[in-house]
């Protein structure tokens, strides 16, 4: 069973940062294309930022695009989206998610990603 942990969300100051790290488990092989999305209470989940593992090619919503980044290190089924001059508007719970078979492209829906995380709750007081 493919498991998707997310850790590293938490409360912070408009201005500061966070690192958020999603570790994958259950895979056979180290999944093609992993990312994060996020979701505003009441709204659909959107996009964040995606990798496409094998080669390390990454895409970003043009809303996080020059504050976050998004790595892998490969060796621990890990991804991580570091978050930088954080807006009040980047709080929302943001999922990790993963889809062993496909690439990324920019502004994959979430439809596209077979496996999800929990979520992490991220909350950017202004």
């Known amino acids: 069973q493919v498991q998707l942990a997310e850790s590293g969300g938490g409360s912070v100051q408009a201005g500061g940062s966070l690192r958020l790290s999603c570790t994958a488990s259950?895979?056979?092989?180290?999944?093609?294309?992993m990312g994060w999305f996020r979701r505003v209470s009441g709204k659909e989940r959107e996009f964040v930022a995606v990798?496409?593992?094998?080669?390390?090619?990454?895409y970003y919503a043009t809303s996080v695009k020059g504050r976050f980044t998004i790595s892998q290190d490969n060796a621990k089924n890990t991804v991580y989206l570091q978050m930088t001059s954080l807006k009040p508007e980047d709080t929302a719970m943001y999922y990790c998610?993963?889809?062993?078979?496909?690439?990324?492209?920019?502004?994959?829906?979430?439809?596209?990603?077979?496996?999800w995380g929990k979520g992490t709750l991220v909350t950017i007081a202004s």
């Open positions: 998610a993963a889809e062993p078979l496909s690439l990324c492209w920019d502004n994959m829906p979430s439809s596209a990603m077979s496996h």
């Open positions: 259950g895979l056979t092989d180290r999944a093609n294309c």
């Open positions: 990798v496409f593992t094998a080669d390390q090619r990454t």
